[in-house]
C-alpha cells in the first residue's frame, strides 16, 4: 500500500536554514491533508493540515504547500531549530466521510544541526 | 492542554493470550480511534469508533479485535488470541469532530507477543 509516499527517509539541514519535507499521493480523492511530527517514545503530535481546496497553509514557522496536479505536498519549516529534530510524517484523509481513517506515509527523520 | 492518555506503557504477553489496551481519549471528544506501527514500518489505521459504535474499521482488525467504551471516558481495544505478529505499537487517538480535524494521540502501548 503505497497511496501516500515519503521518498527520503532522512534530511539533515543546518539550524536557521529552511528544512523542506515532500510527499506524494496517488489517489486525487484524497481531500485533506496533515502533517505530524514524532518524537521517540511519544505518539504523534499534530502540526499542521491542508484541505484541498487551498494550495497553501501557513502557521508560524511551518508551511504546507499543496499541489494537486502533481499530488504532491510539501512542508517547509523555516526558520529550522533544533528542537525540530523528529520524524515527520504526512498523512491523507481518503476522504471516506466523517471517519478520520488517515493514511500514513512511512516518515522522514529530520535532523537539525546546532 | 489536554491529552490522550495510554496504559500500559508496555505490554509482554504470550502467544494466544487475550490483552487488553486502554486509553482515556480528550475528554470533550467523540471520535476515537486505534491505530498501530509495526516496528520499522507504517502507522496503520485499524479502527473509528462514534456513537457508540465501529464507524469504520481496516482489514487488519478482523475478528480477533474487539473495541468498547465501558463507560464515559475509558476506550479499549481487546485482542483476543494474540499472534506473534500483533507485536507492535498501538496508539489511541480523538478528534472533537471526525474527518476534518486533528486527530490527537497518546504516547502509545507497546505490545510484545512472545
Known amino acids: 500500500d503505497q497511496q501516500v509516499k515519503q521518498n527520503s527517509p532522512s534530511l539533515s539541514v543546518q539550524e536557521g536554514r529552511i528544512s523542506i519535507l515532500n510527499c506524494d499521493y496517488t489517489n486525487s480523492m484524497f481531500d485533506y491533508f496533515l502533517w505530524y511530527k514524532k518524537y521517540p517514545a511519544e505518539g504523534p503530535t499534530f502540526l499542521i493540515s491542508?484541505?484541498?481546496?487551498?494550495d497553501k497553509n501557513e502557521d508560524g514557522r511551518f508551511t504546507v504547500f499543496l499541489n494537486k496536479s502533481a499530488k504532491h505536498l510539501s512542508l517547509h519549516i523555516v526558520p529550522s531549530q533544533p528542537g525540530d529534530s523528529a520524524v515527520y510524517f504526512c498523512a491523507a484523509n481518503p476522504g471516506s466521510g466523517n471517519t478520520g481513517k488517515l493514511i500514513f506515509g512511512q516518515g522522514t527523520t529530520l535532523q537539525v544541526k546546532p | 492542554e489536554p491529552e490522550v492518555t495510554q496504559t500500559p506503557s508496555h505490554q509482554v504477553t504470550q502467544m494466544g493470550q487475550e490483552v487488553i489496551l486502554r486509553c482515556v481519549p480528550i475528554?470533550?471528544?467523540?471520535?476515537f480511534y486505534w491505530y498501530r506501527q509495526i516496528l520499522g514500518q507504517k502507522v496503520e489505521f485499524l479502527v473509528s469508533?462514534?456513537?457508540?459504535?465501529?464507524?469504520?474499521k481496516s482489514e487488519i482488525f478482523d475478528d480477533q479485535f474487539s473495541v468498547e467504551r465501558p463507560d464515559g471516558s475509558n476506550f479499549t481495544l481487546k485482542i483476543r488470541s494474540t499472534k506473534l505478529e500483533d507485536s507492535a505499537m498501538y496508539f489511541c487517538?480523538?478528534?472533537?469532530?471526525?474527518?476534518?480535524?486533528?486527530?490527537?494521540f497518546g504516547n502509545g502501548t507497546r505490545l510484545t507477543v512472545t
Open positions: 491542508i484541505s484541498s481546496i487551498k
Open positions: 487517538a480523538s478528534s472533537n469532530t471526525g474527518g476534518r480535524s486533528p486527530l490527537h
Open positions: 469508533f462514534y456513537n457508540n459504535e465501529i464507524s469504520e
Open positions: 475528554s470533550n471528544h467523540l471520535y
